[in-house]
């Protein structure tokens, strides 16, 4: 992004050739569903606006003219927001989370609303209502780039923002770290998945899975990128009062600051490595199902098709329309969840349900903080357990991330490593509760050592070229477009 | 169906149990009501009433009622418990509601300092233990006019607990006695209001008024130590008062500010306590009152026939004058608690916890909200005995009755007239006028001036009594005339020449030679009637003491 930036400052191309030529990518690259709404004439006006300030020389920063990507789940003012659900297809909120906001503001051009897991619940992205297209079409291709979207579809909730980003359609991507949004889908297609501390970033409009562990992430292609994206995100926001009330010191982020990175650099290199103990772990994800769908019975009940979204036929009374309109528009995944939800917080199970979860909770964050107690200063694990896996394995492969959230730690995935099989996995860092930033530069010393992200950039192009080349599409204007 | 008469029993004498008279603002006298005979002739506060069926049997089990209260006052603030709309009655339908309000996804509350405030005010003005830390809960169900699906309420951890809310009944004769009574406080916490459904049966349709969802309530929860209609009135009008007093509530019931569940069980003392029904629907004192005596018998009479009492919602029919079960098919519902994930918990600090250097707009200090509480009803009235000599169910009156203390106060502080005289005006004459014509204090044609002028023309003796209630009355006319004015253009004046006065005696005797035979013969009290005719001829401005002291010197001559 940064890269992009630059090249927008020096003029090299301008705001509204930059949204042209993605959204023509986005045009070509329908099949991938990744987008379920693309802003097209928003994006543009947008550019429009982003160039008359370049010309009058008013940019407003690293952000301006930046086409960027948004999950479905955060609410944009005059954009439908439907969150993948036949419940909210339609509904186009009256204004914009916090975080949409704040970059808009920045100048960011908002390319569309990408795919996700109905209402985000899911892991594989192949539970929303436009997500049947997409698994098809990938099928057809199994040889191609496509198998590694294929893969991707195991990394949920936001899958089609993950496909967003690595189809070059934008170069910053929000979505929603819940269990592991975030991370999971961005070490199977080798991004870096930001999630920062519970309460850095407002949750305030976004259409919430759990709020008690939502948290706005951050896609990007390096750890440079999320910090800066960050660094313009943080901070107390008055519709939201679970955000930090203390003033945050502005991120101090790298590509700009190479001497403060040596600093940290250099502190890095003595880095110890040792083992510790999260006893508890193995009870996280019956602990966050609890959890989660108690909240989703009450997050979800306010759909009900009485003020907004799907409505049933049936009037015969307020409660029969209640039922039968839930009922034809939600999936098995969220029934299951409502129910099950609704089955743990009955008066005879809240002790042993909900109570046990919650102190299990307590347990898991006793857990970090003993370990960061003992010394460590960044926890390191594997963002998912192996490349993508089969979905009946998946289940396991979630602990790493949910874990995480439960104690409401910032943490990051960043690509590792290459397998046999020439998939990517992630490496997860989790860092103290706010101290993002030493997270992020420790990722960035990753980031610089395994150097990674150039690999992955140009063996991307390569595969998605390939990929184009099998739709006849033309693979020149896509690499000569490398950057933009 | 009709309701059924409603005794007391005890002492061998029955009384009808009595309406408990009157709404908020149209009380006479102190909280009357029902002449219960556990108050007359005994003092003890603890006694519970006994209730019966119309034929007692000797030897019959007595029955004891169990009433317990919610009761919901809606806060008085600018804006909304969790969002900045507006708050106001009567506003256009759906006119004051936010996002947040309509519950659109993604949007999240903000807690309102104002009412938080006045949750910690309120609990120390009912002598309640404040919660350092409290939670916020969800309470889930579905119904359209809760557009969330959920409730924000605080059922674990309440703002206050443990307090204690006293009330006077008035008993003895003439109601004149005034006995303390306490009910404890189980709890207060702070909710969301829900909207309003408006059914429309003609088009079998229901229609949704947004405004009053989300504003603060203050839930009251009193523990069943009532025991019966009267109780219950007059604890809810003491908790009015207060609340009005501290401005947390305007407690208008009539507005809805004021709403009250009632908890009804009735068994026999020393037994375990009986099944219960919530009587729901309770939007004045006077059908409060009602209602809880209603479904006392009701309770009774189905379990003496041998029935049983179901656990059941009822509501109050006003106009049947009965309760009726509201048939909820679903049965007892299971609500589905749990905690509020997008509000950390409530701290508040007192001056021993405030933690140095915190920004005074981020924290509650609850020692200086006790510091601007406000004198509490019970508290006026014991000034009103000692300032004024007034007996304490005149106090209960000036309180009552909205507006009527600083109607009083602004009197006293114009006239030199003495208190007593000010207490009886103000009672019995203005009160009376205001009763007759069913008009609130603030309707009233007199102002306060106006009296106090009345007032201290009787005061000086330049008018009668008779001539002062005629003056009264004139200026009930509202002509804007002083009572001066009224004086001098209807020579009202009270007659101080002692020597036409006597003339205007003699020919009185004269002319009724019948009256003063029977005087004569032994009967005093005829001179009344010479009394009262030299009167009329003063047009009631003669001192009537003079006039018997002439007379009676005339005759014994």
Same mark, same amino acid.
């Given at each position: 992004?940064?890269?992009?930036?630059?090249?927008?400052?020096?003029?090299?191309?301008?705001?509204?050739?930059?949204?042209?030529?993605?959204?023509?990518?986005?045009?070509?690259?329908?099949?991938?569903?990744?987008?379920?709404?693309?802003?097209?004439?928003?994006?543009?006006?947008?550019?429009?606006?982003?160039?008359?300030?370049?010309?009058?020389?008013?940019?407003?920063?690293?952000?301006?003219?930046?086409?960027?990507?948004?999950?479905?789940?955060?609410?944009? /003012?005059?954009?439908? +927001? $439907?969150? #993948?659900?036949?419940?909210?297809?339609? @509904?186009?909120?009256?204004?914009? !989370? %916090?975080?949409?906001?704040?970059?808009?503001?920045?100048?960011?051009?908002?390319?569309?609303?990408?795919?996700?897991?109905?209402?985000?619940?899911?892991?594989?992205?192949?539970?929303?209502?436009?997500?049947?297209?997409?698994?098809?079409?990938?099928?057809?291709?199994?040889?191609?780039?496509?198998?590694?979207?294929?893969?991707?579809?195991?990394?949920? /909730?936001?899958?089609? +923002? $993950?496909? #967003?980003?690595?189809?070059?359609?934008? @170069?910053?991507?929000?979505?929603? !770290? %819940?269990?592991?949004?975030?991370?999971?889908?961005?070490?199977?297609?080798?991004?870096?998945?930001?999630?920062?501390?519970?309460?850095?970033?407002?949750?305030?409009?976004?259409?919430?899975?759990?709020?008690?562990?939502?948290?706005?992430?951050?896609?990007?292609?390096?750890?440079?990128?999320?910090?800066?994206?960050?660094?313009?995100?943080?901070?107390?926001?008055?519709?939201?009062?679970?955000?930090?009330?203390?003033?945050?010191?502005?991120?101090?982020?790298?590509?700009?600051?190479?001497?403060?990175?040596?600093?940290?650099?250099?502190?890095?290199?003595?880095?110890?490595?040792?083992?510790?103990?999260?006893?508890?772990?193995?009870?996280?994800?019956?602990?966050?199902?609890?959890?989660?769908?108690?909240?989703?019975?009450?997050?979800?009940?306010?759909?009900?098709?009485?003020?907004?979204?799907?409505?049933?036929?049936?009037?015969?009374?307020?409660?029969?329309?209640?039922?039968?309109?839930?009922?034809?528009?939600?999936?098995?995944?969220?029934?299951?969840?409502?129910?099950?939800?609704?089955?743990?917080?009955?008066?005879?199970?809240?002790?042993?349900?909900?109570?046990?979860?919650?102190?299990?909770?307590?347990?898991?964050?006793?857990?970090?903080?003993?370990?960061?107690?003992?010394?460590?200063?960044?926890?390191?694990?594997?963002?998912?357990?192996?490349?993508?896996?089969?979905?009946?394995?998946?289940?396991?492969?979630?602990?790493?991330?949910?874990?995480?959230?439960?104690?409401?730690?910032?943490?990051?995935?960043?690509?590792?490593?290459?397998?046999?099989?020439?998939?990517?996995?992630?490496?997860?860092?989790?860092?103290?509760?706010?101290?993002?930033?030493?997270?992020?530069?420790?990722?960035?010393?990753?980031?610089?050592?395994?150097?990674?992200?150039?690999?992955?950039?140009?063996?991307?192009?390569?595969?998605?070229?390939?990929?184009?080349?099998?739709?006849?599409?033309?693979?020149?204007?896509?690499?000569?477009?490398?950057?933009? | 169906?009709?309701?059924?008469?409603?005794?007391?029993?005890?002492?061998?004498?029955?009384?009808?149990?009595?309406?408990?008279?009157?709404?908020?603002?149209?009380?006479?006298?102190?909280?009357?009501?029902?002449?219960?005979?556990?108050?007359?002739?005994?003092?003890?506060?603890?006694?519970?009433?006994?209730?019966?069926?119309?034929?007692?049997?000797?030897?019959?089990?007595?029955?004891?009622?169990?009433?317990?209260?919610?009761?919901?006052?809606?806060?008085?603030?600018?804006?909304?418990?969790?969002?900045?709309?507006?708050?106001?009655?009567?506003?256009?339908?759906?006119?004051?509601?936010?996002?947040?309000?309509?519950?659109?996804?993604?949007?999240?509350?903000?807690?309102?300092?104002?009412?938080?405030?006045?949750?910690?005010?309120?609990?120390?003005?009912?002598?309640?233990?404040?919660?350092?830390?409290?939670?916020?809960?969800?309470?889930?169900?579905?119904?359209?006019?809760?557009?969330?699906?959920?409730?924000?309420?605080?059922?674990?951890?309440?703002?206050?607990?443990?307090?204690?809310?006293?009330?006077?009944?008035?008993?003895?004769?003439?109601?004149?006695?005034?006995?303390?009574?306490?009910?404890?406080?189980?709890?207060?916490?702070?909710?969301?209001?829900?909207?309003?459904?408006?059914?429309?049966?003609?088009?079998?349709?229901?229609?949704?008024?947004?405004?009053?969802?989300?504003?603060?309530?203050?839930?009251?929860?009193?523990?069943?130590?009532?025991?019966?209609?009267?109780?219950?009135?007059?604890?809810?009008?003491?908790?009015?008062?207060?609340?009005?007093?501290?401005?947390?509530?305007?407690?208008?019931?009539?507005?809805?500010?004021?709403?009250?569940?009632?908890?009804?069980?009735?068994?026999?003392?020393?037994?375990?306590?009986?099944?219960?029904?919530?009587?729901?629907?309770?939007?004045?004192?006077?059908?409060?009152?009602?209602?809880?005596?209603?479904?006392?018998?009701?309770?009774?009479?189905?379990?003496?026939?041998?029935?049983?009492?179901?656990?059941?919602?009822?509501?109050?029919?006003?106009?049947?004058?009965?309760?009726?079960?509201?048939?909820?098919?679903?049965?007892?519902?299971?609500?589905?608690?749990?905690?509020?994930?997008?509000?950390?918990?409530?701290?508040?600090?007192?001056?021993?916890?405030?933690?140095?250097?915190?920004?005074?707009?981020?924290?509650?200090?609850?020692?200086?909200?006790?510091?601007?509480?406000?004198?509490?009803?019970?508290?006026?009235?014991?000034?009103?005995?000692?300032?004024?000599?007034?007996?304490?169910?005149?106090?209960?009156?000036?309180?009552?009755?909205?507006?009527?203390?600083?109607?009083?106060?602004?009197?006293?502080?114009?006239?030199?007239?003495?208190?007593?005289?000010?207490?009886?005006?103000?009672?019995?004459?203005?009160?009376?006028?205001?009763?007759?014509?069913?008009?609130?204090?603030?309707?009233?044609?007199?102002?306060?001036?106006?009296?106090?002028?009345?007032?201290?023309?009787?005061?000086?003796?330049?008018?009668?009594?008779?001539?002062?209630?005629?003056?009264?009355?004139?200026?009930?006319?509202?002509?804007?005339?002083?009572?001066?004015?009224?004086?001098?253009?209807?020579?009202?004046?009270?007659?101080?020449?002692?020597?036409?006065?006597?003339?205007?005696?003699?020919?009185?005797?004269?002319?009724?030679?019948?009256?003063?035979?029977?005087?004569?013969?032994?009967?005093?009290?005829?001179?009344?009637?010479?009394?009262?005719?030299?009167?009329?001829?003063?047009?009631?401005?003669?001192?009537?003491?003079?006039?018997?002291?002439?007379?009676?010197?005339?005759?014994?001559?």
């Amino acid at each position: 992004m940064l890269e992009v930036s630059a090249a927008l400052t020096q003029g090299q191309i301008t705001p509204t050739e930059l949204c042209q030529k993605r959204l023509s990518l986005i045009k070509k690259t329908k099949f991938l569903n990744a987008y379920i709404t693309v802003s097209e004439e928003e994006a543009f006006k947008q550019a429009e606006e982003s160039e008359r300030r370049s010309k009058n020389e008013q940019s407003l920063g690293d952000f301006d003219g930046i086409p960027t990507a948004v999950k479905d789940n955060f609410s944009t /003012s005059g954009i439908e +927001t $439907a969150c #993948a659900s036949n419940m909210l297809k339609g @509904y186009i909120p009256p204004s914009n !989370a %916090t975080v949409v906001q704040k970059l808009l503001d920045q100048g960011a051009l908002l390319m569309g609303k990408t795919n996700l897991d109905e209402f985000a619940m899911g892991s594989r992205s192949t539970d929303g209502v436009y997500s049947k297209q997409y698994r098809e079409k990938r099928k057809q291709n199994p040889h191609s780039k496509n198998e590694d979207l294929d893969w991707l579809m195991t990394g949920g /909730s936001l899958g089609g +923002t $993950a496909v #967003a980003m690595s189809a070059f359609t934008c @170069y910053v991507a929000l979505g929603s !770290a %819940t269990g592991g949004s975030t991370r999971n889908p961005a070490a199977h297609c080798r991004l870096v998945g930001f999630k920062p501390s519970y309460g850095l970033v407002s949750h305030h409009g976004l259409i919430p899975l759990v709020n008690l562990m939502d948290v706005p992430g951050i896609l990007t292609r390096c750890v440079d990128d999320a910090a800066v994206v960050l660094s313009v995100l943080a901070g107390h926001d008055t519709n939201d009062c679970t955000t930090v009330q203390d003033p945050i010191n502005p991120f101090i982020w790298f590509g700009r600051c190479e001497q403060t990175i040596t600093v940290f650099l250099v502190q890095i290199e003595g880095a110890k490595v040792i083992e510790v103990s999260i006893p508890h772990t193995s009870y996280s994800i019956v602990c966050y199902h609890v959890l989660c769908m108690s909240e989703v019975a009450l997050n979800i009940a306010r759909l009900d098709g009485l003020q907004y979204g799907h409505r049933c036929d049936i009037d015969v009374s307020t409660q029969s329309m209640y039922a039968s309109t839930r009922q034809e528009v939600f999936n098995d995944v969220v029934r299951g969840r409502i129910l099950s939800g609704n089955f743990f917080l009955l008066k005879e199970n809240w002790e042993n349900y909900f109570i046990k979860a919650q102190k299990v909770q307590r347990l898991i964050a006793n857990d970090f903080a003993n370990a960061f107690n003992s010394g460590v200063d960044v926890l390191l694990t594997p963002t998912i357990l192996s490349e993508a896996v089969p979905y009946l394995e998946f289940i396991k492969g979630d602990n790493r991330t949910q874990t995480v959230n439960m104690a409401g730690l910032p943490a990051v995935s960043i690509p590792a490593a290459r397998p046999n099989q020439g998939l990517p996995v992630g490496l997860q860092l989790t860092g103290h509760a706010f101290c993002d930033q030493q997270l992020l530069t420790v990722a960035k010393w990753f980031e610089k050592q395994v150097q990674f992200p150039v690999i992955q950039l140009q063996e991307l192009m390569d595969d998605f070229s390939s990929m184009i080349t099998h739709h006849q599409k033309s693979a020149n204007i896509l690499l000569s477009e490398k950057y933009f | 169906m009709a309701a059924p008469m409603q005794r007391w029993v005890g002492r061998g004498r029955h009384w009808t149990f009595a309406r408990v008279d009157g709404g908020s603002c149209h009380r006479r006298e102190a909280p009357t009501g029902s002449t219960s005979n556990r108050i007359r002739g005994r003092s003890s506060v603890a006694q519970q009433p006994l209730y019966t069926t119309q034929k007692p049997r000797k030897g019959e089990h007595k029955w004891a009622a169990v009433v317990g209260l919610e009761i919901h006052a809606q806060i008085s603030s600018n804006s909304k418990l969790f969002s900045g709309s507006q708050v106001r009655f009567s506003a256009p339908p759906n006119s004051l509601v936010s996002f947040f309000d309509a519950s659109l996804p993604g949007t999240l509350p903000v807690l309102n300092r104002r009412c938080v405030e006045a949750a910690v005010m309120t609990g120390l003005a009912l002598n309640c233990h404040i919660n350092k830390k409290s939670l916020f809960d969800r309470k889930h169900y579905f119904y359209a006019d809760l557009p969330a699906g959920y409730q924000i309420t605080q059922q674990r951890l309440p703002i206050a607990v443990n307090g204690s809310l006293t009330y006077g009944v008035c008993a003895g004769k003439k109601q004149s006695q005034v006995i303390p009574k306490t009910v404890r406080i189980k709890q207060i916490q702070l909710e969301q209001d829900s909207g309003k459904s408006l059914h429309d049966d003609l088009r079998s349709q229901t229609l949704i008024d947004l405004n009053r969802a989300g504003v603060g309530l203050l839930e009251v929860v009193l523990e069943p130590d009532l025991s019966c209609g009267e109780e219950a009135a007059t604890a809810v009008r003491e908790l009015q008062l207060i609340l009005q007093a501290l401005g947390t509530s305007q407690a208008n019931m009539a507005e809805g500010q004021l709403r009250v569940d009632a908890n009804i069980s009735v068994h026999h003392p020393g037994e375990p306590l009986g099944v219960r029904t919530e009587v729901k629907n309770l939007n004045s004192i006077r059908f409060l009152a009602k209602a809880i005596d209603y479904e006392i018998q009701r309770q009774i009479n189905e379990l003496e026939n041998g029935g049983e009492i179901l656990n059941e919602t009822r509501s109050f029919h006003y106009q049947l004058g009965c309760t009726m079960s509201m048939r909820d098919k679903e049965g007892k519902q299971d609500y589905r608690f749990m905690p509020e994930p997008n509000l950390p918990p409530l701290v508040l600090y007192d001056a021993t916890s405030l933690p140095a250097g915190a920004d005074p707009q981020q924290v509650i200090n609850i020692d200086q909200i006790r510091e601007t509480l406000p004198e509490l009803p019970s508290v006026t009235r014991e000034r009103l005995v000692q300032q004024y000599g007034m007996l304490l169910e005149h106090s209960f009156t000036l309180l009552n009755e909205v507006g009527l203390l600083e109607f009083f106060q602004n009197v006293i502080k114009e006239t030199r007239a003495e208190p007593k005289k000010v207490t009886s005006w103000v009672l019995n004459t203005f009160l009376g006028y205001l009763k007759q014509q069913n008009l609130a204090v603030s309707e009233s044609p007199v102002t306060p001036s106006a009296l106090a002028e009345l007032l201290d023309l009787l005061d000086s003796r330049t008018i009668s009594s008779a001539a002062a209630k005629q003056v009264f009355e004139e200026l009930w006319k509202r002509e804007g005339k002083t009572p001066g004015q009224i004086v001098s253009e209807k020579q009202l004046e009270l007659m101080e020449d002692r020597g036409a006065l006597e003339q205007l005696c003699h020919s009185m005797m004269e002319a009724h030679p019948q009256v003063v035979m029977d005087l004569k013969k032994g009967n005093p009290r005829v001179i009344n009637k010479l009394i009262g005719l030299v009167r009329k001829a003063t047009q009631n401005r003669a001192d009537p003491a003079m006039i018997k002291e002439i007379l009676e010197k005339k005759l014994s001559s």
